[in-house]
């Protein structure tokens, strides 16, 4: 086959499933409203509800969780890095979160998935009870600043 032809094949590959949620937003400077990043942080918080469980099954011991726990891992950091976050919260400007992310809850939602992320992470390296609960804490942090976004 040409190499057009593999061009082409990868391409439409690549391409063809449905724009997620979150997608674009790592791109923009400023002024996303509540009302446009509210699917997208329910997509987020849909992927920490899938990924707690697991890692508790891990925390108690459990090998297989921790194998099963770890893509669940990948796609909800993939999803957080897509809209910018990490970038955005490991700058240390305030002004870059404040300009881009204008709306208090929807900075609170980022602000506690990201510590949710972070924890879980920590938990995958090193299963421990004492790093899930504060990302279980952070994890219900992100739901109730969720449920202010409007």
């Known amino acids: 086959m040409p190499i057009r032809g593999l061009v082409i094949l990868?391409?439409?590959?690549?391409?063809g499933g449905e724009p997620g949620a979150c997608e674009g937003f790592a791109d923009r400077?400023?002024?996303?409203?509540?009302?446009?990043?509210r699917p997208c942080a329910g997509e987020i918080l849909a992927a920490l509800d899938s990924l707690r469980p697991r890692?508790?099954?891990?925390?108690?011991?459990?090998?297989?969780?921790?194998?099963?726990?770890?893509?669940?891992?990948?796609?909800?950091r993939e999803m957080i890095d897509g809209t910018g976050i990490l970038g955005d919260y490991r700058s240390m400007q305030s002004s870059t979160v404040i300009v881009k992310w204008p709306e208090a809850p929807v900075r609170a939602f980022n602000s506690a998935a990201f510590n949710a992320l972070v924890q879980y992470a920590a938990v995958l390296s090193y299963p421990n009870d004492g790093n899930l609960q504060q990302?279980?804490?952070?994890?219900?942090?992100?739901?109730?600043?969720?449920?202010?976004?409007?």
């Open 10 to 15: 990868f391409l439409a590959a690549c391409g």
């Open 135 to 150: 990302g279980a804490q952070a994890h219900e942090e992100a739901r109730r600043a969720y449920s202010q976004i409007r």
């Open 55 to 76: 890692l508790q099954a891990l925390v108690d011991d459990d090998e297989v969780a921790g194998r099963e726990a770890r893509p669940y891992y990948r796609d909800l």
């Open 29 to 37: 400077e400023l002024g996303i409203t509540g009302e446009e990043y």
